[in-house]
């Protein structure tokens, strides 16, 4: 595998671990993170927090559980060889299934319904979940934001996410998806 997809799904993997990397991964875990997002966007509709979960719980029965452990957690390993494995055999259903994960995600963040992420919403989203600094969310927010325009559209995270999950380009925006990539 290309060092540059590498050392990003190591970082997302490292991302959900958390800053004491004790955190186990696994399905609860997943299903956990759109709980979070409503504890992080009170008021959230329960319709969005419901796709979010699904969303998350449809991408680990697809493509995680089955390189998670006997008792039922997931290793960077088997994370980095579960996404490699779905780009390689399965890219359409792989892709589609985390353009949906994003979309609901981003739909939890935009807590105005405006149909873009701002600047707040977007630190508010990163910055609840993965231990980023302000200057580091800044960064990302920055090269997230392609046209420049002061806030990122649905058609910007699509491009960010599909970047991140395939690209090995080391200059590739989408890198940052999840803050700074180096």
């Known amino acids: 595998m290309p060092d540059v997809l590498d050392r990003k799904l190591k970082r997302a993997f490292a ?3 958390g800053e004491d990397k004790s955190a186990p991964v696994d399905r609860s875990y997943f299903a956990g993170l ?3 997002q409503a504890a992080t966007f009170p008021g959230t509709p329960a319709a969005k927090i ?4 699904a969303s998350f719980t449809t991408f ?3 493509y995680l559980v089955h390189r998670s452990a006997a008792d ?6 088997g994370f980095t060889s579960a996404i490699t494995s779905a780009l390689d055999t399965e890219p359409t259903a792989f892709l589609s299934d985390i353009g949906k ?4 995600w981003y739909a939890v963040a935009d807590s105005n319904d405006d149909q873009v992420i701002d600047k707040d919403e977007y630190a508010k989203l990163y910055g609840s979940l993965f231990p980023l600094t302000a200057d580091e969310l800044a960064a990302g927010f920055a090269r997230m934001d392609r046209d420049g ?6 058609d910007e995270v699509r491009a960010a996410s599909l970047e991140y999950w395939t ?12 803050g700074p990539f180096e």
């Open 15 to 17: 991302l959900f671990q």
């Open 34 to 36: 759109a709980h979070l």
């Open 50 to 53: 419901e796709d979010l979960e």
């Open 60 to 62: 680990w029965d697809r």
């Open 72 to 77: 039922g957690t997931l290793t960077g390993e």
């Open 101 to 104: 994960v994003a979309q609901c």
């Open 149 to 154: 325009n002061g806030v990122i559209s649905h």
């Open 167 to 178: 690209s090995n380009d080391p200059a590739a925006r989408g890198n940052w998806l999840f």
